[in-house]
């Protein structure tokens, strides 16, 4: 099917669910409120196209097989990149979302749908897509679901619904600090501009990042691109990059195995104080309670 014609293939239905590519393998879980899907999938091509509106707050992770992908969502678009995890794309309830992915012959993917009649009223700012979302306790709960799924107990619609529980939790706070996350771009920086600058942060996170430097990179004059970046992001530059680090920070700090002084140098801050004053002020904890937490 040609790409135009997939895009105009809207179909009556209120809601629905289009993909390209064929199922080489998936397990399927359903309990109250939540359905989830692990697949895997076979293309005759290099791109794979979607095209979905669902009644859920929908989450998909992209796993393995997909390097980059084109979304719009509700005539907004974006690029992105799946690099350091960037792999989560969140979809709000009643969301249209076209998306172009770049695969690799074979994915593995996983797409949850939580039922917000079930789990109650949802955060406002999940009504806001996210798209190349890093977040490591999302990736890891959902590999566990999947596990769990492949070979379900007695005990398993118990395990998903709080799982389910969990997973909103997350996005509410992932969402809540959106600077953190790639959004669609509503305006401000063309989307080039806006790849090339957040490339050149997420290479040289580590590093002294100057309004000066971006602007350069961006083409622009520094009042322009404060402003044209603002429109883009929702967010200062000197705010997006913070977010970016802590991030970062929390992904290695689930890792474990950095002391907490290399986590904050290899994150662009200062010293150890600056990152724990800091860490603690976006996450409501010391990054050695939030390590604790995550490697329980």
Known sequence: MHKNDFRKSVLRKEYFRRKTGQIISSVVAETKGLHAEFIRRQYSSARSLWHLRQPSLA????????????????????DANLEKGSDLLLIPPDTEISAEFDVEGVTDYAITFLDRSVFGR????????????????????????????????????????GWAMQAIAHLSRLAGGHRSSRE???????????????????SNLAATITLAELSRVAGLSRRHFLRAFRESIGDTPLGYVRALRIEEAKRRLSQGNQSITEVALDCGFSHAQHFAT??????????????RASLF
């Open 59 to 78: 989450l998909l992770w992209c796993r393995t097989g997909v390097k980059k992908y084109h979304v719009d969502v509700d005539g907004r678009s974006m």
């Open 122 to 161: 949802l955060s406002p700012e999940l009504g806001r897509p996210l798209v190349a979302s890093s977040n490591e306790a999302l990736r890891h709960g959902l590999g566990e679901l999947g596990r769990e799924a492949a070979a379900p107990d007695d005990v398993f619609d118990l395990f998903a619904e």
């Open 278 to 291: 800091t860490f603690r002020t976006a996450t409501g904890l010391a990054p050695s309670a939030f390590r």
């Open 184 to 202: 669609i771009s509503r305006g401000g920086l063309a989307v080039a501009n806006l790849r090339r600058v957040q490339d050149y942060i997420h």
